[in-house]
Nanobody, 123 residues
Framework: VQLQASGGGLVQAGGSLRLSCAASGRSFSDYDMGWFRQPPGKEREFVAH????????YYADSVKGRFTVSRDNAKNTLYLQMNSLKPEDTAVYYC?????????????????WGQGTLVTVSS
């Protein structure tokens, strides 16, 4: 599967953005999906995970209650709705795919990656 993330940009603190990740190639519903982010000068970190059917979601503590991951398998698209954004959310955001039933917070466990989209939150 090939992944293409989009939707990043510059937003003020307290604002919202919705990221999208378009999938092509192999069936999107064959994959659990994750969002990760890499702040400037830091390691890539887990943001959210959603199972192949969308029935279960998992979040990093830092984004719980503010971010929502969802997917539309008919449209082969993954989403990340980000509300109440903070300057510390500034990062390049990546979508990633892994096999069904392999929930992990470790980026090394994800087999396929999109190219990343930059989110900048100003104070």
């Amino acid at each position: 599967v090939q992944l293409q993330a989009s939707g990043g940009g510059l937003v003020q603190a307290g604002g919202s953005l919705r990221l999208s990740c378009a999938a092509s190639g192999r069936s999107f519903s064959d994959y659990d999906m994750g969002w990760f982010r890499q702040p400037p000068g830091k390691e890539r970190e887990f943001v959210a995970h959603i199972t192949w059917s969308g029935s279960s979601t998992y979040y990093a503590d830092s984004v719980k209650g503010r971010f929502t991951v969802s997917r539309d398998n008919a449209k082969n698209t993954l989403y990340l709705q980000m509300n109440s954004l903070k300057p510390e959310d500034t990062a390049v955001y990546y979508c990633a795919a892994d096999s069904r039933g392999t929930y992990s917070r470790r980026y090394q466990n994800y087999a396929r990656w999109g190219q990343g989209t930059l989110v900048t939150v100003s104070s």
